[in-house]
């Protein structure tokens, strides 16, 4: 484990702003229709406590992605029959 002055690193995310806004299209929500199926999995997996996976990254070294990003990529993937990590 990575310790500074006696404390446990902590994990840094890359930056995710799903509204962000860009040239063009206005937004990246623009993208995608109101009744798409990763809309409903990215309101799930917004509810999902996941503090028990998230205590598994160590800190330290370059950031990481969110492990809240990476399992709302899964589960949409699964949805969509993608279960091969080359074609994910």
Known sequence: MFYFHGMKAKPVWKTDHQSQLSLLPPSYDDFVPQNHPVRI????????DISSIEVTYKGGGTSSYHPRALLKILIYAYLRNLYSSRKI
């Not at 309101?43 to 999902?48: L, S």
């Open 41 to 48: 999995v990215n309101a799930i997996v917004n509810r999902i």
